[in-house]
């Protein structure tokens, strides 16, 4: 090859670069589109999915995205471990919580003991920031995908 050979293939393959790369994020764009409406599937079905009354017991920490309602009484929408809520009531943006059993670390005489409420305490919870954090339980991640796919099976077939 010579020189001139040299900058032509240079020239040529830059062009396709750019070509590439304009395809490449094209097709960026469109699977960020498809991951948001996928997101927004999941939560739609999340709503339907969760039934009033249901209980939950957390495996972890989860701080929740939400506000008090009723009685203020200063709590925030955090749960560790243990604790338990009930699904009160549910709407498209937002799902109202019952804190029915909180467990309180106590220091008593040196010692932290850890000592079981029932705060009753009502919390109207983001949908989508309990969406995010529900996901992270293998367990109620398993259930949900299992639903979503009955769900969509029992579509297909029209029933």
Do not use: W
């Not at 498209?92 to 467990?103: A, F, G, N």
């Amino acid at each position: 090859m010579n020189l001139s050979e040299v900058i032509e293939k240079l020239i040529s393959n830059k062009e396709e670069i750019n070509t590439l790369q304009s395809q490449l994020n094209k097709l960026h764009n469109e699977n960020n589109k498809l991951n948001e409406l996928r997101n927004q599937i999941e939560v739609n079905r999340l709503v339907d999915y969760i039934q009033i009354g249901d209980e939950y017991e957390f495996t972890r920490y989860m701080s929740l995205k939400g506000v008090q309602t009723g009685k203020d009484t200063g709590a925030s929408p955090s749960f560790r471990s243990g604790d338990k809520i009930q699904f009160v009531k549910k709407n498209t943006k937002s799902i109202v919580i019952k804190c029915i059993k909180k467990i309180v670390s106590k220091n008593e005489n040196g010692t932290v003991v850890k000592i079981e409420t029932n705060p009753d305490t009502l919390f109207r919870i983001d949908i989508d920031s309990l969406y995010s954090h529900l996901m992270f339980d293998i367990n109620f991640k398993t259930s949900f995908q299992s639903y979503i796919n009955r769900k969509e099976s029992l579509e297909q077939l029209g029933i």
